[in-house]
T-cell receptor
Framework: DADVTQTPRNRITKTGKRIMLECSQT?????MYWYRQDPGLGLRLIYY???????NKGEISDGYSVSRQAQAKFSLSLESAIPNQTALYFC???????????FGPGTRLTVL | AQSVTQPDIHITVSEGASLELRCNYS??????LFWYVQSPGQGLQLLLK??????LVQGIKGFEAEFKRSQSSFNLRKPSVHWSDAAEYFC??????????????FGKGTHLIIQP
């Protein structure tokens, strides 16, 4: 089984809908992250969390919210989806300051 | 603010030829540097990382990278590419404060095409 899983893998939704993307990990890491990837822009950080009580905004947090339900689960929500949120979303985990970030397989989100 | 520049959007290399992908960073402190690879339809896989010590870093799949502080560069190299190396390559710099890993800043990527 994969260490970092994301559900759903693909999602098509309509403008104005609320949507939640979920991330789970079995690596036992405290740190978790959400990124979005747009063609030609690389990956940009949306939110990150050091533990269930520590949530931090990243570079592009507007229009998004997150919830850290447990050490192993970190969800990203779009309260009212808009077309420019169409992107590939990645969750990642990290075990410590000098550790690597491990990425999930990604969720492809399309907002019509 | 920190930033990462990958000057080459696309690079085409013949199979068996050598490869160098460029990466320059802007960061106020000693950087933690990474190279990731993304194959079509896949997630990101770490090729190598630099935290400290030897400035020439060996990674997986025969890749290496050299950290040059004076040039603010962390270029990725491979002596002989294989068709399976065709992918998107991302350079990233780690943001760390207060002893925590605050996230990565990525370059925009270099798309590597391998010619037969």
């Amino acid at each position: 089984d994969a260490d970092v899983t994301q559900t759903p893998r693909n999602r098509i939704t309509k403008t104005g809908k609320r949507i939640m993307l979920e991330c789970s990990q079995t690596k036992g890491h405290d740190r978790m992250y959400w990124y979005r990837q747009d063609p030609g822009l690389g990956l940009r950080l949306i939110y990150y969390s050091f533990d269930v009580k520590d949530i931090n905004k990243g570079e592009i947090s507007d229009g998004y919210s997150v919830s850290r339900q447990a050490q192993a689960k970190f969800s990203l929500s779009l309260e009212s989806a808009i077309p420019n949120q169409t992107a590939l979303y990645f969750c990642a985990t990290c075990g410590g300051v000098t550790d690597t970030q491990y990425f999930g397989p990604g969720t492809r989100l399309t907002v019509l | 603010a920190q930033s990462v520049t990958q000057p080459d959007i696309h690079i085409t290399v013949s199979e068996g030829a050598s490869l160098e992908l460029r990466c320059n960073y802007s960061y106020g402190a000693t950087p933690y540097l990474f190279w990731y690879v993304q194959s079509p339809g896949q997630g990101l896989q770490l090729l190598l990382k630099y935290f400290s010590g030897d400035t020439l870093v060996q990674g997986i799949k025969g890749f290496e990278a050299e950290f040059k502080r004076s040039q603010s560069s962390f270029n990725l190299r491979k002596p002989s590419v294989h068709w399976s190396d065709a992918a998107e390559y991302f350079c990233a710099v780690g943001l760390y404060s207060g002893g925590g890993a605050d996230g990565l800043t990525f370059g925009k990527g270099t798309h590597l095409i391998i010619q037969p």
